[in-house]
Each structure stands twice: as C-alpha cells, then as structure tokens.
C-alpha cells in the first residue's frame, strides 16, 4: 500500500485528552500544520542519511502553555520502526527545552538529522508521530508522512579488478601479479687462458703459466660450458704480447697466438664430441655445434703492464711508471722497459702474464617464448622460477595461469611470487577464502611487500571492509605502490567526492570514476565516461540509466536497463525499487524494460 494513501487518511485519535479549549483547537486544526523533508527522496552519501526536517505552524494556532513533542521514525517494508531524534517545540509561555512558536504569527521549525544508511531504507517511509502537552493533560496527534524512499545510488561502489603487472596499474583497481624477474635472453660467457714464451706464438703446455691448476682447470671446463647452452653466441679469442719487444714482432706475435689457440680450440672441441657421442652412441654430427670465431691481435699489453706494475710491491713502482708514460713514442718505452728489466728483477714476474691468449666463449640459454610456454605445461621442473612465472604472462587463459602458479608454489615454495599470483587468480574467480589464505602466506614470507599489500586491500573492498582496505592500501603506499585510484574508490564511498575526483583525474573510461560523477551531478561526463567503456557490464548500463533519469531522457533510461536487466537478472528486482526511477514506475516502457 502506498504511503501517501497511509499517511493521507485522517485517524481519529484514539487517545486524545485535552484540557480547555487550547489543545482541543490544536488537534482539531492540526491538517492546517504543513511538514516537508528535505532531500526527498532521502539520499545517503558516506554511509549516511543527512536530513533535514520542516514544518509550519499558522497563526494563532500553537498554545502559548503547550509543549510539543514531534518523534520523526524509519519505517521499512517489513514493518521495522526506527525513531529518529525527538523534535521539540514550545509555546510562548511554555517551559522546558525546544524551539518557540508564536501563538499570534505562527512559526516554523528545522531539524538536521543523520543516521547510518540501511539497505532496508531503499523503500522506507519517513513520517513522525506528535504529543502535545499542556499542564497535566496531554494530546496524541495523528501521524503525519514527510517522504519515502531512499536514493542510494552512493552504494554502487563496485569492485572488479582486472588482472595485470604492476605496471598496468594505471587506470582502475587491479589485483598484480608479482614481477617474474624473467628479462629475456640471458648471456653467460666462460674465459680461459693459454700462455706463451718470449718472442713465440706456438703452443708449449710446459710453460709454468700454463701448468697450474687455476689455468688447466679453466680451459678444462670450457667445452662441457660450451655444450650445456642451447646457443653458442660466439668465441672471441683475443692474441696478446708483452711490450718488452720489437713493436712489428709483438703484433705478429699477437695475431700468430690468437690463431694457434683458435686451432687448439678445434681440435679439442673435436675430442670432446667424439668422446660424448661414443658415449651417447649417437653421430658426431648429431652433437657438433656451429661456431663462430672471432680472432683479434691486440699486440702489446701496455694497460696490463702498467696495472700488474701498480699493483706489483716493487718500492719504486710508481717512478717507473711515471718513466715510461713520459715517453713519447713506443720504441722509448720498450728500451725503457728493457732497462728496468736490467735494474728490477720482479718485472720478470709481471711480463708472463701478458704473452697469452684469452679464449672467451659467449653462451645464451635463449629459450623461445613457445618453447618456455611447452615446458611450463610438460616439464615445469625443467624451467627457473623467473621462466616458469613468465610463462604465465604468455597466454591470456586463466585456468592455465593457475596451473603455472600452482606448480610454481610446489617447486618453490619459500619464494612469495608463486603464492601472490595464484592469489591474484583466486580473488578474480571469486573465490575470496582460498586469495586471502595465500596472501596471508605471500606476506608472511615477503612482509611489507607493496604489490601483496594492494592486493590485500583491493581483497578487502571486494568484501567491503573499508577500513581494512584502507589501512592496506596506506601501507602498500608507504611500500611504494601508489594508490591513487583505490583510495579515490574509498572516498566515493566515504561521500568526499571532490577528493575522489581529484584522485582519479589520471582515470579514463571507468565505472567508479563515472559514479563520483554521478554523485557530484556532472552527469555529461558520466554519460561521457561510460560510453567509452569498450566491454560495459551490467552496472555500467544500470548507471547510465540512472544518468538517462536525471536527466530526463526516458529512451535511454528504458534502453539501458534492458540491457542491464538482461546482463544481470537482479537488477530487475532493484529497478523495481530504485528511487531514482520513481517517476517512470508506472510507464510501459519501464514496465517492459525490467520484465
């Protein structure tokens, strides 16, 4: 039953008692008293319902003696009563507490009140019951209706965060995957050296540079280096002489180094795959890689000189370096040198270490993309954690995502990443028990971690915990993550719409950014923010009716909430009880629009 048709009928009173004349007038007169709210319907902003309450007396009316009490009440669909603040008037002789109404010029009163919204109050009724008290006789008015409904459009916060990198964070609420660490190709390279004697480039394994373990062992492990990575990059052998000879000699002597370590190379490298595919039974051919050789001659070692004569404990180091940068062309330096060898017979111990050559070998374990996505399906253990995790970015499928980080959380459980990620997946289906106990153990293992923070906290605004998102989002900020647009979201929803507009400036095509529109009546750009939403949910089609209302444009109101309506059944139930679409409620086309 309409309110209106309630509140509208004149009930005797059952229990008035008057005393004189005075306050058998006022219940008699009492349609002349004229009540309004304000705003009507009731709308709620940050959880709250602010109104503001009037009423008019006429003149000659209100007992000078009188004491009125005006009890303003919430009543619901289910028949729940809820008393707001009492009102209180007096007359103009009255004691006691209240506003004065004059008995000759009548008078008004107002009054603010505020109480926390209920969904219950979306199709309420306000209305007041009134006692008037004269002496020791008093009277009970009959109740008067002030408005019903409640707008609550400020509810509609929603939250439905999409899933990316933190990079992607930039324009609505996203739960973040945590970085995979994975850069692409990563480049290891294996040195060894090969030393030589005075003035010769031919290989002599008796050389004692060439005889200690650290040197044996390096070039010892150049193959298997070699035949571990999928691709050989290249080899760089680079020929070097001591600059203690003829400078002509010492470059060829350079060049002729580089070479015979290159034939070295090759007939150990034929060895070493003959030996593996005897072992392998499988043809050489069938093992041998490509290489690619580059040979340099450097000539003299100069810059080696003079770093191993600097780092050399001869007392008159710095002297003889100071000698022979003083020199003005090569062939000085060289006699320099030669003199010193006269005079210092540690230097001896330094020229060895240049004759030689540096066999650099430059692997890369460059995995295709297609290639990482196979092995993370067939054989995750085969993969890093970085690989395994980044493969995971590779497809857009969610359910194979899961399976990355669920086998990424088996193989590595005390890395946080693996725990993160399925978290991400697990709130994005919904499934808000199983993302909170994994990110409570991403946490536990990488506290005060920015990008587990948030998506905590966007955990929380799915759940509306305000306070609990909030405090989250703070401390992911203090980590470092900005938190711009979901504390915007929460100051929406705290009614402080300007701070949330000026948050969300960076925002462009989203639901909550075109809300605080709504809310703060740029409905142009509302309208202007959800068209450009590519892929529209059912609450951005039910938010642009509710802009089609405001603004009276009925075609789009119908429209919108047809496609609302088909997205998402409940919503012809709210329709049906929204304030926002009162005036349309008895239309064809509103009929037909939520059927």
């Known amino acids: 039953m309409k309110a209106i048709k309630i509140f509208s009928i004149i009930l005797f009173s059952s229990a008035v008692i008057f005393s004189g004349c005075g306050l058998k007038k006022m219940v008699k007169k009492q349609s002349q008293v004229t009540y309004s709210v304000t705003p009507n319907p009731l709308e709620a902003h940050g959880g709250k319902m602010t109104m503001e309450i009037k009423g008019s007396y006429p003149q000659k009316y209100f007992h000078k003696k009188a004491n009125v009490t005006i009890t303003p009440f919430i009543k619901t669909d289910d028949g729940k009563k809820v008393d707001l603040q009492p009102i209180k008037l007096k007359g103009e002789k009255a004691t006691g507490d209240g506003q004065t109404i004059s008995f000759k010029n009548g008078g008004s009163f107002s009054s603010s009140q505020t109480v926390d919204y209920n969904p219950s109050y979306a199709t309420c009724i306000l209305a007041g019951t009134s006692v008037a008290n004269l002496k020791t006789k008093s009277a009970t008015f009959d109740e008067v ?210 004759r030689r050559a540096i066999i650099k070998i430059s692997c890369t374990d460059a995995k295709t993309d297609e290639e990482i996505a196979r092995l993370s399906s067939e054989h995750p253990d085969s993969l890093s954690l970085p690989e395994l995790l980044y493969s995971a970015s590779l497809t857009s499928d969610v359910k194979t995502k899961a399976t990355v980080f669920e086998s990424a959380m088996k193989l590595f459980p005390d890395d946080y990443r693996a725990y993160n990620d399925l978290g991400c997946i697990k709130a994005y289906e919904k499934d808000k028990d199983g993302a909170k106990q994994l990110f409570d153990k991403a946490n536990s293992l990488s506290p005060n971690n920015g990008v587990i923070l948030n998506n905590i906290g966007v955990l929380a605004l799915m759940n509306k915990d305000y306070e609990a998102a909030k405090q989250a989002f703070e401390e992911s900020e203090k980590a470092g993550f900005s938190q711009s647009y979901n504390n915007g979201v929460l100051d929406v929803k705290n009614g402080d719409y300007a701070a949330a507009a000026s948050k969300m400036a960076s925002t462009k095509c989203d639901y909550n950014l075109a809300l605080n529109q709504v809310l703060s009546k740029n409905y142009t750009g509302a309208k202007s923010t959800l068209d450009c939403i590519t892929d529209k949910t059912a609450d951005d089609y039910y938010l642009l009716a509710i802009v089609a209302a405001r603004t009276s444009n009925e075609s789009d109101i119908y429209k919108n909430l047809k496609e609302a309506c088909s997205m998402n059944a409940t919503y012809k139930i709210q329709a049906a009880k929204d304030m926002e679409f009162k005036k349309y409620k008895d239309n064809s086309g509103f009929k037909d629009a939520i059927k």
């Not at 298997?224 to 691709?231: G, I, L, N, S």
């Not at 006269?342 to 240049?354: G, H, S």
Request: aromatic letters at 10%; charged letters at 30%.
């Open 145 to 354: 209706y002030f408005g019903e409904g409640t707008i609550a459009t400020s509810e509609r916060v929603t939250t439905n965060p999409n899933l990316g990198y933190k990079k992607d964070a930039t324009n609505g609420s996203y739960l973040v995957f945590a970085d995979h660490g994975y850069t692409g190709k990563q480049i290891a390279t294996k040195v060894g050296l090969i030393y030589y004697e005075l003035n010769k480039d031919n290989l002599n394994w008796n050389v004692p540079l060439n005889k200690t373990e650290e040197s044996k062992q390096a070039l010892k492990e150049l193959m298997p280096f070699m035949d571990k990575y999928p691709e050989i990059i290249g080899i760089d052998i680079t020929g070097w002489a001591s600059p203690e000879g003829e400078l002509d000699r010492n470059q060829e002597l350079s060049g002729n180094r580089s070479k015979t370590a290159q034939g070295w190379f090759e007939k150990e490298y034929d060895k070493y795959i003959k030996d593996r595919a005897k072992a392998e039974k499988v043809k050489p051919a069938d093992l041998k890689k490509d290489i690619k050789f580059t040979l340099e001659d450097k000539g003299e070692d100069w810059d080696g000189f003079l770093s191993a004569m600097s780092a050399s404990s001869i007392k008159e180091k710095d002297q003889i370096i100071n000698v022979i940068r003083s020199q003005a062309d090569r062939d000085q330096r060289q006699q320099q040198i030669r003199n010193m060898i006269a005079i210092y017979n540690e230097i001896d111990n330094i020229l060895p270490d240049l």
